[in-house]
């Protein structure tokens, strides 16, 4: 999908955003995300390993939260701060320097956000900022549930947002538990009805509730979007 149709409340109506692409699976799970914060509208958010900003972004949009994104690399730093320079936001927006896995922050968060590393024990490529990007060498699954442990608030609404890789799903699942978080909301992702699913979204609390599990395929037997795909995106697309 092209990244110059994406809008932010129509704020830069045909503006590339700064750094990387935009792509589905990250615009997807921003909104699903933002959709579920809007309904609990939580005071304070991290958005771990943020990158160049886009799922703060979309959070922002849809709750008067205040959101710290985090970040280790860089370059994405520094398009992650011209992309909330840019929006309507910026006051409600910050940018923290630092390793996940070593920071340790004074306050809590009522909620936390992740769009982690997809890749594992596969080939990767010449291009390091990418890698970083796309492969687990910098954040473990590991090092996200002891941030999300350390930083979370304790009250009956913190909770972890996640997408990943469908496959890993269980694993994630597992390993939340050693940290006593408990999965409260699954939404499988697919291309279309006919395809696997290829990604899950999920939502951990430190309490433990009745699970919620849905399904969404980005595209429908005719190759055009979904009806649900459309209404999650409405509001950041300006193609719908």
Request: hydrophobic content about 40%; glycine content about 6%; aromatic content about 12%.
């Amino acid at each position: 999908m092209p990244s110059d149709i994406f809008s932010f409340q129509q704020f830069s109506v045909r503006q590339r955003f700064a750094g990387m692409k935009v792509c589905t699976d990250s615009c997807l799970f921003g909104a699903w995300a933002a959709a579920f914060f809007s309904g609990r509208n939580p005071g304070t958010i991290a958005d771990l390993g943020t990158g160049t900003g886009l799922l703060a972004l979309m959070v922002a949009q849809r709750c008067d939260s205040s959101i710290s994104g985090i970040e280790i690399d860089e370059n994405a730093l520094k398009d992650c701060e011209v992309n909330f320079r840019a929006s309507p936001w910026q006051e409600r927006l910050a940018l923290i320097r630092g390793d996940a896995r070593t920071l340790s922050l004074p306050g809590k968060f009522d909620a936390i956000i992740c769009n982690p590393p997809f890749y594992s024990n596969v080939l990767q490529g010449n291009d390091v900022s990418r890698t970083k990007a796309m492969h687990t060498v910098t954040l473990a699954p590991e090092d996200m549930f002891a941030f999300a442990k350390r930083h979370l608030a304790g009250n009956s609404e913190s909770s972890f947002a996640i997408m990943l890789p469908f496959y890993r799903m269980e694993e994630f699942i597992q390993l939340a538990s050693q940290y006593h978080l408990h999965v409260r909301e699954i939404c499988k992702v697919r291309q279309t009805p006919k395809h696997n699913y290829f990604r899950a979204m999920m939502i951990f609390s430190l309490v433990q509730s009745r699970l919620r599990e849905s399904d969404i395929s980005i595209k429908d037997d005719g190759d055009r979007y979904s009806e649900s795909f459309r209404n999650l995106l409405k509001d950041y697309y300006l193609l719908f």
